[in-house]
């Protein structure tokens, strides 16, 4: 058995740490501005380039931070106001000159891809934007095609989750009645441009109104005994999955098989009032970092597989002026100084070793297995007894993350069952351990981890391993 050598391991972590980051096209961030104590825009692109984000929604067309996002290769999604659609309707014009100020000073060099014409309008109470809405994207498009820039940025609108009647199973997700023929000429919009429908999925809103720890643990990705659709037969195990498919089945339902479903915003609270049940940094950790584990799988979802939905985070920094409960105010996964709120593994850096991997000095112990030696037979990367579930959850996002296929532990898997927490750690921890080398310093992870002579296969769940 050839073994790397801890130069060659590390020129591997950085080549696929490299590829890890290149490859997340679909992974983006809101970026609002609702607040007093934002760094500056310049600050901001340095730190978005040191992320593996890809994507910037904004909720309007600000000059200085699409100016600031230059030459940086991130795509910009902007916004044209809810207040903006009745003059965009009206006067062709109007978009014009909208299009003059917004995108051709800063096209190309500032690579935007998007115009989100209007916020969460067809579930408002506007029925006037609602009737002017696709008005205004045509003339919005009209005046794209008039600066040649038709085929190069799309145009679409944003909806709340609201829009659907009915989420519950997914199968029979289904849009509101009440606004679906003014829904229709939107799709037919989408069908006929190549632009996508952009919806916002919050699994946190679904705990709040039934705040049972099941619910937690289905909405934030974690071990739970899953949810089975009548319709189809698919168990489900995290909200996410089934809010996006029940967008899938309303979609198809209509005939619009074809149209693309793009996240424009998720999230989670690190913070709440009083009254808001799982708004903490513990559960907005566990959202977005098992969120973004599960995109970078690219297991995708049970109707829509093998492929991860473009899905902007929400949000880049808190917004402090936000109106509502405080929770309104805290979805921020960096903080105004550019630091982490909470590390989820977006930084390139938190992607490869600080340090590297060496093996530590053993800790006299009589038990046989240790990360400094390999048992005699063959080797297998197991979490230590006693490991917490807060740092078994943190091994497999961490390894999961590193580009490993997580797919056997993912639904329908060949690993899946049992669904529990330690079950997926051990297997993403030994596959992770298994490609990596097999170094011991590979079967580390911060001293919670020890190599065992035991095969922990089972059934048809094979672990890699064997005579080292």
């Not at 983006?28 to 825009?41: C, D, F, R, S, W």
């Not at 916004?79 to 003059?87: E, Q, V, Y």
């Not at 996410?240 to 915003?265: C, H, P, T, W, Y």
């Not at 400094?372 to 996002?397: F, I, Y």
Request: hydrophobic share 35%; charged share 15%; with cysteine.
């Amino acid at each position: 058995m050839n073994f790397l050598s801890v130069s060659s391991f590390f020129l591997l972590f950085l080549h696929l740490s490299s590829q890890l980051a290149s490859s997340e096209s679909y992974l983006g961030i809101n970026y609002g501005q609702v607040a007093n104590n934002l760094p500056p825009p310049s600050e901001v692109a340095k730190l978005l380039q040191s992320t593996s984000i890809q994507k910037v929604r904004l909720f309007g067309a600000d000059s200085t931070i699409i100016e600031s996002l230059a030459n940086t290769n991130i795509e910009i999604a902007i916004g044209a106001s809810n207040m903006d659609i009745p003059a965009l309707a009206a006067d062709l014009n109007f978009a014009k000159s909208w299009i003059n100020s917004n995108i051709i000073p800063f096209y190309p060099s500032s690579k935007i891809t998007t115009i989100n014409v209007g916020n969460e309008i067809m579930s408002s109470l506007d029925k006037s934007l609602m009737f002017q809405l696709l008005k205004a994207m045509q003339n919005v498009q009209n005046a794209l095609n008039k600066a040649m820039l038709g085929g190069k940025i799309k145009v679409t609108t944003v909806h709340s989750m609201a829009i659907l009647k009915k989420s519950d199973p997914p199968s029979g997700g289904r849009f509101d009645p009440t606004v679906e023929d003014l829904l229709k000429g939107l799709l037919e919009f989408n069908i006929a441009t190549g632009s996508g429908f952009s919806i916002n999925p919050y699994p946190f809103f679904a705990y709040e109104s039934d705040p049972r720890p099941e619910t937690l643990a289905f909405c934030l990705f974690q071990p739970n005994s899953g949810r089975v659709d009548p319709g189809t037969g698919i168990k489900y195990t995290n909200m996410f999955d089934a809010q996006v498919d029940a967008v899938r089945s309303a979609l198809n339902s209509m005939g619009f098989k074809d149209v693309e479903i793009v996240i424009s915003e998720t999230g989670w609270p690190s913070r709440g009032d009083s009254n808001q049940a799982g708004t903490s940094v513990e559960n907005a950790k566990a959202y977005n970092g098992n969120l973004i584990a599960h995109l970078r799988s690219m297991v995708g979802t049970p109707l829509m597989p093998g492929k991860s939905v473009d899905t902007y985070l929400f949000a880049l920094f808190d917004e402090n002026l936000k109106p509502g409960p405080e929770s309104e105010q805290s979805f921020g996964l960096f903080k105004p100084d550019l630091s982490v709120a909470y590390d989820v593994m977006l930084s390139k850096t938190s992607q490869t070793p600080s340090t590297p991997k060496t093996p530590s000095t053993p800790t006299p112990s009589t038990t046989p297995a240790s990360p400094s030696a390999t048992p005699k037979g063959g080797a297998w990367c197991v979490p230590r007894a006693g490991v917490s579930d807060a740092q078994l959850q943190e091994n497999l996002d961490y390894a999961c993350a590193f580009g490993i296929d997580c797919t056997p532990i993912q639904p329908a898997g060949a690993c899946f069952e049992p669904n529990t927490l330690a079950a997926h750690a051990t297997y993403a921890m030994n596959l992770l351990y298994q490609t990596a080398g097999k170094n011991p310093w590979n079967c580390d992870f911060s001293q919670t981890a020890i190599l065992s002579s035991t095969n922990p296969s089972y059934n048809g769940c094979t672990y890699p391993g064997g005579n080292a």
